[in-house]
T-cell receptor, first 109, second 115 residues
Framework: QKEVEQNSGPLSVPEGAIASLNCTYS??????FFWYRQYSGKSPELIMF????GDKEDGRFTAQLNKASQYVSLLIRDSQPSDSATYLC?????????FGPGTRLSVLP | GAGVSQSPRYKVAKRGQDVALRCDPI?????LFWYQQALGQGPEFLTY????????KSGLPSDRFFAERPEGSVSTLKIQRTQQEDSAVYLC?????????????FGPGTRLTVL
């Protein structure tokens, strides 16, 4: 059984702080890694993806991947109240996506 | 441009009824996925189509669940003899790449409530 684990939260950070979201996965054959944001009652929307070890930056978001540790994270700089949502980590083995349960982030004004 | 659309957005069924959920993927997307999302959980994979071929149905929870994509575009997920445990949001996603390696774009989902 391929597993993706995330801390369910809620993770609360003050406005302007850095939010750090973590994800671990069990399948060493995983090839690509995605972060989705899901507002309550809405569908998941893609934030960013990462394939290679290291960091990938896109605006206020940075994804970090460490395949040896089977760990992927998402950093959100200058967090805003509008970032309050559930963040889903998805891991792809070339065939299927396996989603984690999501981490609920709350950015306090 | 049009994204993934799903209908109906909400469906209430009495236990034992059959339901059909529709997904219109992004035009030209070869891959189509169905997921089931329970409250407070991440989406769980149900089935995958590449064009009209159903290449993976390992996530379908029982033989009451059936999906089709006869012309390689619109897909229908059918649930026969619905049970209360079928209550969930059913998400459809499509991707421009074959296989599961590419980015998936999600529709708004259908919230199914079985009474």
């Amino acid at each position: 059984q391929k597993e993706v684990e995330q801390n369910s939260g809620p993770l609360s950070v003050p406005e302007g702080a850095i939010a750090s979201l973590n994800c671990t996965y069990s399948d060493r054959g995983s090839q690509s890694f995605f972060w989705y944001r899901q507002y309550s009652g809405k569908s998941p929307e893609l934030i960013m993806f990462i394939y290679s070890n290291g960091d990938k930056e896109d605006g206020r978001f940075t994804a970090q991947l460490n395949k040896a540790s089977q760990y992927v994270s998402l950093l959100i700089r200058d967090s805003q109240p509008s970032d309050s949502a559930t963040y889903l980590c998805a891991v792809n083995d070339g065939q299927n996506f396996v989603f984690g349960p999501g981490t609920r982030l709350s950015v306090l004004p | 441009g049009a994204g993934v659309s799903q209908s109906p957005r909400y469906k209430v069924a009495k236990r034992g009824q059959d339901v059909a959920l529709r997904c219109d993927p992004i035009s030209g997307h070869v891959s189509l996925f169905w997921y089931q999302q329970a409250l407070g959980q991440g989406p769980e994979f149900l089935t995958y189509f590449q064009n009209e071929a159903q290449l993976d149905k390992s996530g379908l929870p029982s033989d009451r669940f059936f999906a089709e994509r006869p012309e390689g575009s619109v897909s229908t997920l059918k649930i026969q003899r619905t049970q209360q445990e079928d209550s969930a949001v059913y998400l459809c996603a499509s991707s421009s790449t074959s296989g599961g390696a590419g980015t998936q774009y999600f529709g708004p989902g259908t919230r199914l409530t079985v009474l």
